[in-house]
């Protein structure tokens, strides 16, 4: 593991992206209420004006859910035009559960797709606090669960599956995993959790270190945490703290990812470590200067391209 004790200095790409949010002047999400923080970081995504990769395909679906249909978005990878009977990458998009969509998610889910050679299908769950904790987690399980009964209509391969996720979609993804031992199924061959959030007790030391001035802040996981629960004996909770299940031996082999300017910096490493432990493969992967959400910002942080090349490696060799 590395060296995640020290705040570091910040990568160059990193800093023009801060400066340039700081210029925006844009309010911290705990000074907003949902719908507003939901469309500002909507207009940001816009204001990217991010490269959109072609896909071969991308298709609208919906996924049987305990509550109501569940939004899904297929991509169909160019190395995988003609395959249908590709590999799946089932994604969750980030966004403390409160904010985010397939929207806000698209390019990422398409370099992912692209990556492992086959299908990504982005999974638009429940946000709170209208939907309060668990309907997430169970929106993820149950999706999950759909695309695997339901691989061939979709063109995919249910015994060559994975998850991934980013911040809370990270979380959401592990949850999914977590679920699928529990349940015997589906069978899912290794997970991708980038700056992954895995425990609401939101208290390790990177919240303090570097919990302010960022593009994560303690302030704002709190305002994130607080809508997604009804009440803190739900931190306990697996599906909310995935580091908290009992019994983590099982899961598939597993990349981390953390930035050293990110309070999630010292969770995602606990859980690696924990994996570790448990006897789970790992490969951690640290990246000292960067904040959080910079695994998103194709075209603007080099190290953007570095994770989503790794996690296709990554998965691709499980599945072959």
């Not at 023009?16 to 925006?24: D, F, G, N, P, W």
């Not at 695994?295 to 190290?303: D, K, P, V």
Request: charged content about 20%; aromatic content about 8%.
């Amino acid at each position: 593991m590395s060296d995640t004790t020290a705040v570091p200095k910040i990568d160059a790409d990193a800093e023009r992206l801060l400066m340039a949010m700081r210029a925006a002047n844009r309010p911290p999400f705990e000074q907003l209420t949902p719908d507003q923080a939901r469309a500002a970081w909507q207009m940001m995504r816009k204001a990217m004006n991010q490269f959109v990769p072609p896909m071969a395909d991308v298709r609208a679906l919906a996924a049987e859910g305990p509550n109501r249909p569940i939004p899904l978005r297929l991509y169909r990878g160019q190395a995988a035009a003609a395959d249908r009977n590709s590999p799946v990458l089932v994604f969750f998009h980030g966004g403390g559960w409160v904010v985010g969509d397939l929207d806000t998610h698209d390019v990422l889910a398409r370099h992912l797709a692209n990556a492992v050679a086959g299908v990504s299908i982005a999974v638009d769950y429940r946000l709170a606090p209208e939907h309060k904790f668990p309907a997430a987690a169970e929106d993820a399980i149950a999706a999950t669960q759909w695309i695997a009964k339901n691989a061939h209509d979709l063109g995919v391969d249910a015994s060559r599956m994975a998850v991934a996720g980013d911040s809370a979609g990270g979380n959401l993804a592990t949850v999914a995993a977590l679920a699928a031992v529990r349940d015997g199924a589906p069978c899912i061959q290794a997970q991708a959790l980038i700056y992954p959030t895995v425990d609401l007790r939101c208290d390790y030391p990177s919240y303090e270190r570097v919990g302010a001035g960022y593009t994560l802040t303690e302030a704002s996981m709190h305002w994130f945490r607080n809508h997604y629960l009804t009440d803190p004996s739900e931190i306990e909770d697996w599906r909310a703290s995935p580091i908290r299940a009992k019994n983590l031996s099982k899961l598939p082999p597993t990349y981390v990812v953390t930035g050293g300017l990110d309070p999630l910096c010292d969770e995602g490493e606990a859980y690696a470590k924990a994996l570790e432990q448990a006897g789970v493969e790992v490969v951690f992967r640290h990246f000292p200067g960067q904040m959080h959400g910079f695994a998103g910002q194709f075209g603007l942080i080099g190290a953007s391209d570095t994770v989503s090349a790794e996690i296709g490696a990554f998965i691709r060799k499980h599945w072959a």
